[in-house]
């Protein structure tokens, strides 16, 4: 099993600023990651798919880089919306796929 | 339009069993692989299973052999039975779906059905 560590757990960060939150994967999962967002109540929204292509209607205020085991994915300047729980997934030999933690984004 | 909505949630007691259907629309459902993943309150996603278009079927560690993965490919309808529930099963159960075309899980999610596992 391939297991996902993200980092940090929480980020407190402030409307307009950049931020980048961390995904490790536990082997190479080769560029097969997704980055989602969740929002209280609502289901996850794919936002980064193959590590850094935007899904459809994403801004280009988000990006995603990396391949291996090493990811990021970057908020260029955040938005009142964009305050929310990401998670990072590896998709390598799907199925199966394994999910990160998570990080929560608060405003600071 | 791709919607996928699920149903089926509901409270059950431990060792109980509980279906559920996710009804697909919007694509060519048949070809798709199609998995189920869950959130328990308050924690992240998991996982749980997923069937390809063909029927081969897959399953994580914390539910094989109590959970089933189907589909009726002529009603466009993702099944999960779920048997031998515990309490660590209460958790939203989400059906999502790829893009066309795509091997990966998440593209397009359903709202979540409620699973509820107490005495």
């Known amino acids: 099993e391939i297991v996902m560590t993200q980092s940090p757990a929480t980020l407190s960060v402030s409307p307009g600023e950049r931020v980048t939150l961390s995904c490790r994967a536990s082997q190479s999962v080769s560029s097969n990651l997704a980055w989602y967002q969740q929002k209280p109540g609502q289901a996850p929204r794919l936002l980064i798919y193959?590590?850094?292509t935007r899904a459809t209607d994403i801004p280009a205020r988000f990006s995603g880089s990396g391949s291996g085991t090493e990811f990021t994915l970057t908020i260029s300047s955040l938005q009142s919306g964009d305050f929310a729980v990401y998670y990072c997934q590896q998709y390598n030999n799907y199925p199966p796929c394994s999910f990160g933690q998570g990080t929560k984004l608060e405003i600071k | 339009e791709v919607q996928l909505l699920e149903s089926g949630g509901g409270l059950v007691q431990p060792g109980g069993s509980l279906r559920l259907s996710c009804a697909a629309s919007?694509?060519?459902?048949?070809?798709?692989?199609m998995s189920w993943v869950r959130q328990a309150p308050g924690k992240g996603l998991e996982w749980v299973s997923a069937i390809s278009g063909g029927g081969s079927t897959y399953y994580g560690d914390s539910v094989r052999g109590r959970f089933t993965i189907s589909r009726d490919n002529s009603k466009n309808t993702l099944y999960l039975q779920m048997n031998s529930l515990r309490a660590e099963d209460t958790a939203i159960y989400y059906c999502?779906?790829?893009?066309?075309?795509?091997?990966?899980?998440?593209?397009?999610w359903g709202q979540g059905t409620l699973v509820t596992v107490s005495s």
């Open positions: 919007g694509f060519h459902f048949s070809t798709y692989t």
């Open positions: 193959d590590a850094s």
């Open positions: 999502a779906s790829p893009a066309r075309g795509a091997i990966r899980p998440g593209d397009y």
